[in-house]
C-alpha cells in the first residue's frame, strides 16, 4: 500500500512472530494486519510498518489563555497557541472534546501545518507557546516532537495537555521535548479508567511519578469530578493522599466540572459544592495548590502563598485579577516561594479565544 500524502513512519512498533506487527506507542500495543488502524485510528500499519497518518494536518488552530489547559503556574496570563489533530487512544464515554477526538473523517484535520510554520506563526502572534490539545499528542508524537523542536528553535514554549497514557520508551522522548503539560489524571481507581475509559489507571500514576522525578517539565494534574462516578469524598481523599506521597505538596491539583456530553448525557453537571468540597480535602491532605475549574469560584482559582495565605495571583475565570509575585517567583509579603515558572509580570492576554486559521493568519502578518 502506498502511504498517503501525511503518512510519516513510526518510531515505536516491532514485527510479531505470527505476522502482525505490534505499536508500541502506548499500553493499548495495538497488533495490526496489513492495512488496519490501531484504537487510536491515526496509527496505521502500511507496508509492514506502523505510520502516523496525520502528521501535518491539524484540526485547528485557537489562540488560548494558558489557563485554559488549565496551568496556572506557567507563564500565566499568557497567550498559547493551541491545536490538536485528530483521533484519540481512550475511549472515555465522558468525552468533552469528542468532535475530534473521535474523529475518523479527515475531513475534521484541515489545516496542513508544517511544524516550522507553527512555530513562526506562534512567534508572530505573540503567543509564548504552543499547547498540543484537544486530542491526546500522545497518539501523533512524531509530529508534536518535530513541532516541539521548531519552537524551541525560535524561542517558544510547548505543552502538553495528555492523559499520560503512554509506553516508558516513547514517553522519555515525548517529553524530552515538552516544557510544561497537564495530565488528565482521569478518576482513582482501576474500576473507573476500565470501565469508562477503557484503559488502565497504572500507566498514568507511572508517567506522573515519571514527570515529578525523572523530568524537569512543569506539570499540573486535571480531574474532571463526574457525579456519581469519580466524585467520592473517599476516592478524592485517595488521589490526593496519593499525589502527596508519590508527587508532593507543589504540584497544582485543578478539580474540574463534568458537563454531559458524549455517551454520558444521564449524570448532571458536577455541583460547584462537589469541587469546592474537593478542594477542601485536597488542601487538608497537605497540598498546596489546589483549584476548581469551569466554575465561576475565584477563591478556588486564586494562587496563595502556602507560608503566609497571602494572594499571589487572583483571577476570575481566565482574568488575573492580583500579581503579588517577586521578579524570582516569591511572594512579595512573606518571600516564600511559589512552585512554577513565572516571569516579573503576568500577561495580558485575558480571557479571549481566538479561532485562526493558519493559512489567514499568515497572509495577514505578512502583508506589509
Ligand atoms: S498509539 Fe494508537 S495504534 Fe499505538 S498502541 Fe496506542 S491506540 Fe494502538
Excluded at 127 to 150: G, H, K, M, W
Excluded at 320 to 345: M, N, Q, Y
Aim: charged fraction near 25%; include cysteine.
Amino acid at each position: 500500500m502506498n502511504q498517503p500524502v501525511d503518512s510519516k513512519p513510526g518510531r515505536y512498533w516491532h514485527a510479531l512472530e505470527d505476522g502482525r506487527v505490534q505499536c508500541d506507542v502506548c499500553p493499548r500495543y495495538c497488533k495490526l494486519h496489513e492495512g488496519q488502524r490501531g484504537l487510536c485510528f491515526v496509527r496505521a500499519r502500511q507496508d509492514d510498518q506502523i505510520v502516523l497518518t496525520t502528521y501535518g494536518r491539524s484540526s485547528g488552530f485557537c489562540i488560548d489563555p494558558i489557563e485554559k489547559k488549565p496551568l496556572n503556574h506557567f507563564l500565566p496570563g499568557t497567550p498559547v497557541l493551541s491545536f490538536g489533530t485528530a483521533g484519540c487512544n481512550l475511549t472515555c464515554k465522558f468525552c468533552q472534546n469528542w468532535d475530534i477526538s473521535k474523529a475518523q473523517d479527515f475531513d475534521r484535520v484541515q489545516d496542513a501545518a508544517s511544524p516550522q510554520k507553527i512555530a513562526e506563526a506562534a512567534v508572530r502572534s505573540g503567543c509564548r507557546s504552543v499547547a498540543f490539545t484537544y486530542n491526546d499528542p500522545v497518539i501523533f508524537l512524531e509530529y508534536a516532537v518535530d513541532v516541539a523542536q521548531a519552537c524551541r528553535d525560535r524561542g517558544i514554549k510547548t505543552v502538553a495537555v495528555s492523559a499520560g497514557y503512554i509506553s516508558p520508551e516513547p514517553r522519555t522522548e515525548f517529553f524530552q521535548h515538552m516544557d510544561a503539560a497537564n495530565i488528565d489524571l482521569k478518576g482513582f481507581s482501576e474500576g473507573f479508567y476500565k470501565n469508562l475509559c477503557s484503559g488502565r489507571l497504572a500507566p498514568v500514576l507511572e508517567t506522573l511519578e515519571y514527570l515529578k522525578h525523572e523530568t524537569n517539565v512543569w506539570f499540573e494534574i486535571t480531574t474532571l469530578l463526574i457525579p456519581g462516578e469519580n466524585d467520592s469524598p473517599a476516592e478524592i481523599e485517595a488521589e490526593s493522599a496519593w499525589v502527596m506521597d508519590r508527587l508532593g505538596p507543589d504540584v497544582p491539583l485543578h478539580f474540574t466540572a463534568f458537563h454531559p456530553d458524549w455517551k454520558l448525557t444521564d449524570r448532571p453537571p458536577t455541583p460547584p459544592q462537589t469541587l469546592r468540597e474537593a478542594r477542601r480535602i485536597a488542601t487538608n491532605a497537605g497540598l498546596r495548590y489546589v483549584y476548581t475549574g469551569n466554575v465561576n469560584d475565584p477563591a478556588g482559582q486564586t494562587t496563595y502563598c502556602h507560608c503566609c495565605g497571602a494572594v499571589l495571583v487572583g483571577r476570575d475565570w481566565y482574568d488575573i485579577t492580583a500579581w503579588h509575585l517577586s521578579a524570582d517567583g516569591r511572594c512579595t509579603k512573606c518571600g516564600t516561594p511559589c512552585h512554577g515558572v513565572f516571569e516579573a509580570a503576568a500577561g495580558r492576554w485575558g480571557p479571549r479565544r481566538q479561532p485562526v486559521r493558519l493559512r489567514a493568519l499568515e497572509a495577514g502578518l505578512s502583508a506589509p
